[in-house]
T-cell receptor
Framework: AQSVTQLGSHVSVSEGALVLLRCNYS??????LFWYVQYPNQGLQLLLK??????LVKGINGFEAEFKKSETSFHLTKPSAHMSDAAEYFC????????????FGTGTRLQVTL | GAVVSQHPSWVICKSGTSVKIECRSL??????MFWYRQFPKQSLMLMAT?????????EQGVEKDKFLINHASLTLSTLTVTSAHPEDSSFYIC????????????FGPGTRLTVT
């Protein structure tokens, strides 16, 4: 079975500061890893995904994540936070490809302050 | 890009009644769809996998007789919450993977169910 741990249920950064959201995974087989963003009362939007190609993955809205197998991590970063980045972020793992069911982490709420 | 819709987006029902939620893939066919539920300020938990033309596969702990899933066509899956109770109040989200050379999974906007 696979699992995802997101450290920090709430992260607050200043506008323009670095965003770092942490995600560690557990999987018995090579994982597919995803980051999603959720705005209030909305569904999920895919930010980026890792599918065993390049370990540094670039996504939308300036976000990127690096797959580190030795650390079983897939942390999400953005060099400079915008107010519009304030949302809930979920890390997820799949062990059977991008079309299969996902196991989600508990989410991290990102707050961006002036 | 591909779109998945859900209807209704918001529903209130009385305890003991049933409510149906629809999940549609608007511009692609989906032989499989997934149903998740999300409690306030919590993560998404997979409830079941909806399979076109066959029975749904339920996750452990999910009552199949309470959460009826029907995937009658390649673009529509429905989740019916039967004999709803206040504890069934939640945000229900479906997802559907597209097919072809580039497979992506698309999420619906969610349905907020409130049982009074």
């Amino acid at each position: 079975a696979q699992s995802v741990t997101q450290l920090g249920s709430h992260v607050s950064v200043s506008e323009g500061a670095l965003v770092l959201l942490r995600c560690n995974y557990s999987s018995s087989v090579p994982p597919y890893l995803f980051w999603y963003v959720q705005y209030p009362n909305q569904g999920l939007q895919l930010l980026l995904k890792y599918t065993s190609a390049a370990t540094l993955v670039k996504g939308i809205n300036g976000f990127e994540a690096e797959f580190k197998k030795s650390e079983t991590s897939f942390h999400l970063t953005k060099p400079s936070a915008h107010m519009s980045d304030a949302a809930e972020y979920f890390c997820a793992v799949s062990t059977a490809g991008t079309a299969s069911k996902l196991t989600f982490g508990t989410g991290t709420r990102l707050q961006v302050t002036l | 890009g591909a779109v998945v819709s859900q209807h209704p987006s918001w529903v209130i029902c009385k305890s003991g009644t049933s409510v149906k939620i629809e999940c549609r893939s608007l511009d692609f066919q989906a032989t499989t769809m997934f149903w998740y539920r999300q409690f306030p300020k919590q993560s998404l938990m997979l409830m079941a996998t909806s399979n076109e033309g066959s029975k749904a596969t339920y996750e452990q702990g999910v009552e199949k007789d309470k959460f009826l899933i029907n995937h009658a066509s390649l673009t529509l899956s429905t989740l019916t919450v039967t004999s709803a109770h206040p504890e069934d109040s939640s945000f229900y989200i479906c997802s559907a993977p597209s097919s072809g050379l580039r497979v992506e999974q698309y999420f619906g906007p969610g349905t907020r169910l409130t049982v009074t």
